[in-house]
């Protein structure tokens, strides 16, 4: 078993990159580049938004018993802010990498490259997993009210 983990590692390691890899990761990172700095504007613009949609609310609601407190919405402004922030964060890392790595032919940018692109899939997973979880229990408790 040693000796397939072995050969895999020493295969994976003596790989190379043909040129077309190369102008496929160059056209990449540059797409992923712009979607970051998009989502950075993004990030931004929430963060603003937040701080008008609360004042906001807080004057068109003076009268009314809503169950969230209308101080509350600037934190749930600032914690999709949070969530948002990683995923575009290890894009960006994933296109500064890749461009540094392509420039320079270094493989240790490339792998740094490959460390950021998993972790925003992997980061990706998770949220969609949750997200999965909380819309079935949504489900499920709205077909319990139905059905009671």
């Known amino acids: ?35 970051s700095v ?19 609310i807080a004057r068109l609601d003076q009268d009314s018993q809503s169950l969230l407190p209308i101080e509350n919405v600037k934190f749930v402004y600032l914690g999709i802010c949070l969530v948002y922030f990683f995923p575009i964060w290890y894009l960006y890392k994933f296109s500064r990498h890749t461009k540094k ?24 997973g998770i949220l969609t997993i949750i997200v999965l979880i909380f819309y079935a229990i949504i489900i499920c408790k709205t077909i319990a009210e139905i059905y009671a």
């Open 1 to 35: 078993m040693n000796e397939v983990k072995q050969t895999i590692s020493d295969e994976a390691y003596s790989m190379k990159l043909l040129p077309s890899s190369l102008r496929y990761l160059e056209s990449t990172h540059k797409w992923v580049g712009f979607f």
């Open 38 to 56: 998009l989502g950075f504007i993004m990030i931004g613009l929430l963060l603003v938004g937040s701080l008008f949609a609360s004042s906001l």
């Open 101 to 124: 790595a392509i420039a320079e032919k270094n493989n240790f940018d490339l792998d740094q490259a490959f460390r950021y692109n998993k972790k925003y899939w992997k980061f990706l």
